[in-house]
Each structure stands twice: as C-alpha cells, then as structure tokens.
C-alpha cells in the first residue's frame, strides 16, 4: 500500500470517527462553514464603510423599496436598480428585520448555514454514507454557491434563493414547495430557471428509485402534484409580473436585455474562466455522471441533462457577473450525484469524492462579477495582514 493511500485511509478514518455521533451533520456544517470563512474572508469592511455613510447602493435602494414596493424612487440613479425592481425578497425580509442591515446580514449567515445542513442532508440522503455525504458538503461549501452565502454583503440575496431552491427540492410538503419556489422567483429573474433544474432533480429522483427510465413514465410524473405545484408558481409568478410591470412599471426597461454580454470585450478577462470557477472539481462529478448515463444507454436522461447543462451556461452569456448566474444551476450537481452512486460502490464513491473535495478546497475563490472586475476572497490571514499594512 503507497503512502497516499495510507494517508486517505488514515484521514478517512479518522473523519469516519469523528462522525459517529448523532449530530454528525451539524458538525459537518460548523467545520465546512469555519474552514470556508478562514480559506476565504469575505469583504466585511465594506459593510463597515457601509454604515459610516459610504453607501452600498443595492442595501440603499433595498431600504426604499422596503417602504414601498410598487412606488420605488430613484430608480434612474444607478444600473443595479433597474434590475431589482421586482426582487422583492430581500425587501421583504428587510422589511421583517426591522431595517437593520446587520440583523439582515446575520439573516443571511443563518441560511447559509441551513443551506449547508440542506446540502449534507441531500447528499446523505443519496449516497446513504457519512463519509460521502461530508465529501460532497464540504465541497459545495468552498464554491461559489457556498461561499457566496456568506461573502455576499452587497444586497444581492442570492443565498436566500439558494436556500429555498434546495428546501423545495427536499420537502414533501406541498405548501412548503409552493412558498419556497415563489421565494425563488421573486429574489432574481434567473433563479426562475433554477425551478426547471429543481423539477429535473425530481424526476431523476423518482425514475432511479423506481428504476423506471422510459419516456411514458416521465410523462406521467409530470401530472404529481409537486410540479403541478411547480407550474402553477411560475405561471403565477409571470401573470403578476406583467400585471405589475403594466400597472406600475410601464416604463420600465433593462438597459442590457438582448446583448449577448459574454462576448464583449469588457469580459475578455472572465472567458472561460467563470465556467470552471462556478463549480470547480464539481464539474467532474457532473462529466462523470454524463458518461454514465450515456454508456448505460439511459439516452433520454442524458439528453435531458444535457439541455439542463445548455441552459446553464447559455443564461450565462446574457449577464455581467457570470459566476452568479451559472451558480443557480446547482441542483444539476445533485443529480449528478445521484447518478454516479447509483453506478458505484461505497468505497469508490468515497474516493471520488474525496479528490473532488480536495480540488473544490484548494481551489482560491475568484469571482469574475463583470466589467474586467475580478473579486478574490483572501485567507484570513492574509486579509488581516492587508487591513494592518493599510492601517499602517
């Protein structure tokens, strides 16, 4: 046996042991959270200039459509503000935290630890092993969808979305699904494709624990009542949009809709880059699950999954901050998940997983937010050095 082996066995072991304990998710999450915060310090400073008056405009214009949805001022002022205008989630719960942006901020630190237990739940809930299950959650917390919980101070409210996206996804509860979903929906125009991967997850779920992959008895899962649930959301949510819109927003234009942002030179720096850095070692789970289902001849799954993956990174060629958009199609990487177990032993799986978590930590947090504009998340110690050479 090599020394690397030794070593996984070794460390595996230890962290299989560390695990036998009834509240093993919840230390899971704690860990995944700390470690996630040291490797990558979010720009909390900026919540500091925030309140001594140097303003952050999404949080100032989330204070103004806290008092009035549907009568916004200042509209005009800033490009950000055109595209919140029917974001209405983090108003809402601005709203319901008194207008305190550091109860809000700390809001967001609770979900994003939810999302973590979500997360862990979902990924112990396929591979039915600790061990995996820890693999995959501490892998999805040093990417951007988990590291994005908690760095983003900016009034962007992605995390929420994340959170409820992943509650769906989960729960049996028919008015939890709904809710959830019109959260979704109503925290950023493109978490409403998320829903479409969301009902993805739910017909793969059910088509590999019937194992039942023919096209009649996918049909058929489309009449269930959780994505007649789904539908009903999103056609609610588009017919009180356009009542909206034509009520109150008549005039109301995206100075960017119909430009295909990806290609402007303003992005040359974040080609191809923001691709790999959304999901890092993660896209190898996702390639790995892909060549499954095409050598086990479930050809109609994989052209679904392909589509989904299309989709995914063609809304990306739409926007500015690319990282963000490719990040709401998380769900597919539980779905590739799912796959891959199902064509694995447990021991395999584990040691996949394991080299994923590896890349997915290792990995520095680069953020392509567009414009040429690069965000890198430091190290703890690093960022303190830079606040002590500054202060200096």
Excluded at 43 to 68: E, K, M, R
Excluded at 197 to 216: I, T, V
Excluded at 255 to 272: A, D, Q, W
Aim: aromatic share 16%; proline share 3%.
């Amino acid at each position: 046996m090599s020394a690397m082996t030794q070593l996984y066995y070794r460390f595996s072991g230890n962290v299989e042991a560390a695990l036998d304990t009834p509240y093993w998710l919840i230390k899971v999450v704690l860990v995944s959270a700390g470690l996630t915060l040291f490797l990558s310090c979010p720009p909390y400073t900026l919540v500091v200039n925030h309140l001594n008056g140097h303003f952050l405009d999404a949080w100032t214009f989330i204070d103004i459509q806290s008092h009035s949805l549907l009568h916004p001022h200042g509209i005009d002022l800033d490009v950000r503000r055109e595209n919140m205008v029917f974001r209405w989630t983090l108003p809402v719960l601005y709203w319901l935290t008194g207008r305190h942006l550091l109860v809000m901020l700390g809001l967001q630190f609770l979900i994003g630890l939810g999302f973590l237990y979500l997360a862990g739940r979902m990924a112990y809930k396929i591979t039915e092993d600790k061990l995996s299950a820890t693999f995959f959650t501490v892998a999805i917390a040093h990417i951007f969808v988990g590291v994005w919980q908690f760095a983003d101070i900016h009034g962007y409210g992605d995390g929420v979305a994340y959170f409820f996206l992943l509650l769906a996804m989960l729960s049996r509860n028919y008015a939890v699904i709904a809710i959830s979903l019109l959260v979704v929906c109503f925290t950023d125009e493109r978490a409403v494709i998320s829903v479409g991967f969301a009902l993805f997850w739910w017909l793969m779920d059910s088509a590999c624990r019937k194992n039942e992959f023919g096209l009649p008895e996918m049909i058929r899962q489309l009449a269930t009542p959780r994505y007649l649930i789904a539908f009903l959301v999103l056609g609610a949510y588009f017919i009180s949009r356009y009542y909206v819109i034509n009520t109150y927003f008549s005039d109301h234009h995206y100075s960017t809709i119909g430009h295909l942002m990806y290609f402007e030179p303003s992005h040359k720096n974040g080609l191809g880059g923001s691709f790999w850095r959304s999901f890092e070692g993660l896209w190898i789970l996702a390639l790995a699950a892909m060549a499954i289902l095409w050598t086990t001849d479930r050809r109609i799954l994989f052209g679904m999954a392909f589509i989904c993956f299309l989709v995914m990174l063609g809304s990306e060629l739409l926007v500015h901050d690319m990282d963000r958009t490719l990040s709401y199609g998380f769900p597919m990487f539980f779905v590739s998940l799912l796959v891959v177990k199902q064509a694995s032993s447990t021991k395999h799986l584990r040691i996949f997983l394991f080299l994923i978590m590896i890349i997915c930590v290792s990995h520095p947090q680069l953020f392509y937010m567009g414009y040429n504009k690069i965000l890198w998340l430091e190290p703890l110690p690093l960022k303190l050095f830079h606040l002590f050479y500054e202060g200096a």
